[in-house]
């Protein structure tokens, strides 16, 4: 007789596998040549779109001044630009570059490309990766619901 599955345990085990994937992709090295603080921020910020630095330090939570400090190095980079805010001159806000875009999307493709090697390998049968491919939808609308 089968039992319906227990909400808790399914988020433990889906919390603890998702971290792990996770950190696994961030820790593997890549040729985007962005430190971690430099993509969190690139991304947030073409996610947000144009934005202050303030506010995007408040989206990543850290420092104003690392955020500020993250975002020179972008901007010499090229990646983010400044320019006056629309509703106050006073303040600048920044916007993600279509170098920046494109540096995101490197990245991005490099991380798709790491994943696809190791499921091409023999480590993963072809009814598991059916498996990988069913769940997917699932877990982008059990982000989407957060």
Known sequence: MNQEPDPEAVAAAL???????VRRVRQTPVE???????????????RLGPTTSSALAREVQITAQAMGATLGVLRERGLVERSPDPDDGRRMVLAVTEAGRRALRDKRNERVELLSRVLASDAF??????????VAPLVERLAQRL
């Not at 919390?15 to 994937?21: E, I, K, M, Q, V």
């Not at 985007?32 to 073409?46: F, H, K, V, Y």
């Not at 049968?125 to 069913?134: I, S, V, Y």
């Open 15 to 21: 919390l603890a596998s998702f971290s792990t994937l």
């Open 32 to 46: 985007s040549g962005l430190t971690m603080p430099q993509r969190t921020a690139l991304s947030r910020l073409e």
């Open 125 to 134: 049968t072809p009814a598991e990766l059916a498996q990988l491919e069913a």
